[in-house]
Structures are given as C-alpha cells and as structure tokens.
C-alpha cells in the first residue's frame, strides 16, 4: 500500500465526466509522475488530493487517513504541501519574511502580518527560515523583494516555503510552466536534490516530458478523466497506447 491511495474516484461536473473510476497508488519516497492533454482529469485529480474538491464516489487516502472535506491548513498539518502553478508568494515582502510566515506558523499554527518584525527577532525561526533558503540555494537574495524575483527564483522561494512545513508529499503542479529552459533544468535539479536529502514523497503535475522522464520513477496516464497505462519511464516512453493517444516522441 502506498503512501497516497486513490480508489475508485469519480467527479462529474454536469454532464462531463471529468474522472472515472481512477485508482492510484503512490509509494512512499517516490516521484510519481501524471500526465495528460488537457482536458485529461489531471487538475480535477489534484484537486481531490488536496481536499479541494471531493469526488462523487471513492476515496483518497493520505498516510492512512482521508483527505476529503478536510481544510487547507488541516491538510498542511497531515503532511501535504502543494506547488502552484504560478508561484504562491508574498510579493511586497522580502524573500526572507516569506520564509518567516511558513516556519513561524508550523510552530505557533498562525500568523500576524503585523507581527514579521517581532517574528526576526526570534533565534529558532532566523535559524530555521535560513536553513530553508540554503537548501533552494537563495540564501544570499535573502532581502530582495520577492516580487522583484525571477520566474525560477519565485519557485524556489515557494519551495522553501513548503519545505519548512516539513511535508511528507509535495505535490507539484506544473512546477516548470513559463520557465526558460535554463531554468526549467535548475528546478529540476533542485527538486533531485531535496528528493535526495529528504524522506519525501513527490507527485507532478506536468506537461514538459523532459521534466517528467527527468524525475518520475512511475508515470501514471490519464485520457478523457481515465488512467490508460501506469508504468516505469522507460517504458510508458514506448508505449503504443502513450504514442498513440497524444504524447509522440518524448523529449528527453
């Protein structure tokens, strides 16, 4: 049994079948990769993960206990933590006061605006908003405006924010879109690396096949809201349904 466990889920929105009947069993320490055209059910999926939506039958299991109904801060404190698809960060604050609000709310489980400046003055999460800078390797752009940022910059940030709630699974929507492509293949080596020095659990969203080849150890495929293979890179590559369906030749 994996880590995260899908049974069964299936959302109608109207009369479009937007999932049916999807199982997905995610393992624990893995990257597991869903990929799709659009219109395929992968943003509807990640939405029943996150609790965000709740299907019409079946179940989503994170570490053996259901996500469904559950709010966003409860789904933190389960251990889940979501990059965007646009960056989510504080863009009038600086890199370090972003880093502040995450690592000041997983010990105190809430947060003031008001209160960043007390907040730096606090050793244990100076130390621990330092620490998750080093690790995405922004250490040294520490009081630049975050708005100010890079695309790439922007997502590191982002991924220093969820790092400090210490997740057991990160989920990554599109974590590459509208990057250049030098930025794409530093934000697919820093997810190698946290991957490496954590016990983490990775799920992506993705529509850039270098990206997924690059990091996935299962790839799951959806079609019309349906899984139409499951199976290791290697082998979804050459796939005859894969190719057939929409993918063609991966770029790797």
Not at 196 to 222: N, Q, Y
């Amino acid at each position: 049994m994996g880590i995260l466990e899908v049974k069964n889920v299936n959302k109608r929105f109207g009369g479009l079948q937007a999932l049916g009947d999807v199982n997905l069993s995610v393992a624990e320490n893995t990257c597991h990769a869903i990929i799709g055209p659009n219109g395929a059910g992968k943003s509807t999926l990640l939405n029943c993960l996150i609790g965000k939506l709740i299907p019409d039958t079946g179940s989503v299991m994170f570490d053996g206990q259901s996500v469904l109904g559950r709010k966003p801060h409860e789904i933190n404190q389960m251990g889940i933590s979501r990059v965007f698809q646009t960056p989510e960060i504080f863009g009038d604050l600086t890199v370090f006061e972003n880093v502040m609000i995450p690592c000041f709310a997983k010990r105190d489980g809430a947060f003031r605006m008001h209160a960043i400046e007390s907040v730096a003055a606090e050793t244990d999460i100076v130390d621990q908003a330092e620490s998750m800078l080093a690790e995405v390797n922004m250490l040294e752009k520490r009081d630049i405006v975050a708005s100010s940022l890079s695309r790439g910059d922007k997502r590191r940030l982002e991924m220093a924010m969820c790092l400090s709630q210490t997740p057991k699974l990160l989920l990554l929507d599109e974590p590459t879109a509208g990057m250049a492509r030098a930025d794409t293949n530093n934000t697919i080596e820093l997810l190698k690396q946290i991957k490496a020095r954590r016990d983490i659990t990775m799920c992506i969203i993705e529509h850039d096949m270098h990206v997924v080849f690059s990091l996935a150890d299962r790839i799951t495929v959806l079609a019309q809201g349906t899984p139409l293979v499951e199976d290791t890179p290697d082998k979804i590559k050459g796939h005859p349904k894969v190719r057939e369906a929409y993918l063609g030749e991966a770029e790797v």
